[in-house]
């Protein structure tokens, strides 16, 4: 098993004002699998998202990825481990402003070790033409691809997207679930992808529902189709 969660628990607040965001959540999947977590606003799958990206801590309960529990770590081997195994995709593109398309995607490769040919990634996500434009002189879409882009080219093992498509019309949301579907059957990383879309859960492998801080359903899913068939 290649992520193993184990009754992970998380609160903000005390007293009064306690909320109990995530109620001890159980969950394993495997390597190179397309894992869509679904749920309505504050089910507590963003939380769960920061909680196995390092971003944010548990409670209780443990994340193992490939062997190795995330609760072990002391600070810079949590940065390390950031840095080595995780890529991370927000609905924000949060791309430097004063570096090309190119540039921002080799921040990327400098943090790893076995970083992606940066004009092969650049060809796969439709920007080779468009690698020295600022983020200015992109469209939404564009700015997406290239925070994919910066995600990806440092060859993770997992690849964290939070409302990826959030921030796009519909038919640039269909190209970026496209090119994340392409990422995944190309490099074969494990993706989990928090999203309120029903409709996305129809590309996935795995679709897990959470509704108030638990898991309400966890099933593989049998029927998958392309992200260019989607329609909501």
């Known amino acids: 098993m290649f992520i193993e969660i184990k009754g992970i628990k998380k609160h903000f607040g005390e007293g009064d004002s306690r909320v109990d965001v995530l109620k001890g959540i159980d969950l394993q999947l495997h390597k190179g699998e397309f894992c869509v977590l679904l749920g309505p606003s504050g ?4 939380t769960l998202l920061n909680i196995i990206g390092g971003i944010d801590y548990a409670d209780s309960g443990y994340i193992s990825v490939d062997g190795e529990k995330i609760e072990e770590m002391n600070e810079k081997e949590l940065t390390n481990y950031r840095r080595k195994h995780l890529g991370y995709v927000f609905q924000m593109y949060n791309l430097i402003p004063n570096l090309t398309v190119r540039e921002n995607i080799e921040v990327g490769a400098y943090l790893s070790d076995n970083p992606l040919d940066v004009d092969e990634l650049l060809k796969t996500l439709g ?3 468009h690698q020295h434009k600022l983020p200015n002189q992109l469209s939404g879409g564009q700015q997406q691809r290239t925070a994919i882009g910066r995600a990806i080219v440092k060859n993770p093992d997992v690849l964290m997207c939070d409302e990826p498509t959030g921030a796009l019309d519909y038919n640039t949301s269909k190209e970026i679930l496209k ?7 190309k490099y074969g990383n494990t993706i989990i992808m928090v999203t309120h879309n029903d409709a996305i859960k129809y590309m996935a492998d795995r679709v897990v529902k959470l509704r108030d801080g638990v898991i309400r359903s966890n099933r593989l899913n049998d029927s998958k189709i392309s992200a260019t068939e989607l329609d909501w």
């Open 43 to 46: 089910s507590g799958k963003s």
């Open 179 to 185: 090119l994340i579907e392409d990422v995944n059957k």
């Open 127 to 129: 920007l080779f033409e």
